[in-house]
């Protein structure tokens, strides 16, 4: 199978994205992660297959998709609609008959040739900023083959190649991708080993030695840091994240990304409540106090995104 042909399912393409990497940039989503994150900003990417999302303030009681669920899993009766998400194949004929929103498919299955298609609209962008595509997730090597194919087809096309990753993958998938990568974004949640498994459900173990096997590859990351108050916005943290980059060579910048609630309410969508239900972003002085706190260790710019 050539490149164009491999699959993967995807839920988002973001175009004109301004903070996955250098310039204008379009992002390519991809669904699953083995990662469960507390503070999960997009638990819409955490399962690999489609689910349903239902905002009940857009349902208008029309009954399309009872009428055209064939598990009846859709019911508008008595003044009210019920979702039975027990009996739910996840097929998509409810979204699909919805007129109002109300229920939407997340997740598509597509070639890798037709995301790049997508991708190659904003092409004239890319050039005159200095951006280009990023994949981000979810996981992206939690769909390798999928992952991979597109960075070569973008990389045949002259594009800029971005990656988001948590790193909790097998390394082969990522040595693979330094050849076609021009920039990894490394996701570092945690530098305590227990409260990383506690925070998210795995080791940081190997999510380090990637990091490590790919610094020693020459490959160029920006450390992505989500510091969630309560949870990891300790200075013991802020500080392993310095010494961190401060042992690697091809760390270029370290990102520090505040807590937003917005997985709070997608999450109850797809009828999967947050465990993490604060709804208060901290204020810019606080997230610009962690990312001094980083920077006083480190020479590596630190930013505040």
């Known amino acids: ?29 991809l669904k699953g992660c083995p990662l469960d994150c507390i503070w999960c900003h997009n638990p819409e990417s ?9 905002y009940p303030d857009k349902c208008v009681l029309c009954g399309a998709c009872a009428a055209a669920c064939p598990e009846a899993s859709q019911r508008v009766e008595q003044g009210g609609h019920t979702f039975s998400r027990e009996t739910c194949t996840r097929c998509g004929a409810c979204a699909e008959a919805c007129l109002t929103g109300a229920l939407a498919l997340i997740g598509r299955s ?48 002259g ?16 040595r693979e991708a330094a050849a076609v990568t021009d920039l990894f974004l490394y996701d570092v949640k945690e530098t ?6 506690n925070f998210t459900g ?23 840091c989500p510091v969630i108050p309560g949870c990891n916005d300790r200075d013991d943290h802020l500080r392993g994240i310095a010494a961190i980059a401060g042992r690697l060579r091809n760390v270029t910048g370290i990102e520090i990304e505040p807590y937003h609630p917005l997985g709070i309410s997608k999450a109850l969508s797809i009828g999967k409540p947050s465990r993490h239900t604060d709804t208060t972003m901290p204020p810019k002085e606080t997230a610009r106090a962690w990312a001094d706190v980083v920077q006083a260790c480190t020479s590596v710019p630190v930013k505040v995104v």
């Open 202 to 224: 795995v080791s940081n173990e190997l999510i380090v030695n990637n990091l490590e096997k790919l610094d020693g590859l020459g490959a160029r990351t920006v450390l992505r």
């Open 1 to 29: 199978m050539n490149n164009r042909e491999v699959r993967g399912f995807i839920f988002d393409i973001q175009r004109f994205s301004l903070h996955d990497g250098p310039g204008i940039r379009t992002n390519v989503f």
């Open 192 to 197: 305590a080993a227990e409260k990383h498994r």
């Open 46 to 54: 955490k399962d690999p297959d489609p689910e349903i999302a239902y």
């Open 159 to 174: 594009l800029h190649t971005c990656v988001e990753t948590g790193g909790a993958v097998p390394f082969d998938g990522l």
């Open 110 to 157: 597509v070639s890798a040739g037709e995301a790049l298609e997508e991708v190659k609209k904003d092409e004239a962008f890319y050039r005159n900023s200095g951006g280009g595509m990023t994949i981000s997730g979810g996981e992206p090597f939690f769909q390798s083959g999928f992952t991979l194919a597109l960075l070569r087809l973008a990389r045949e096309s």
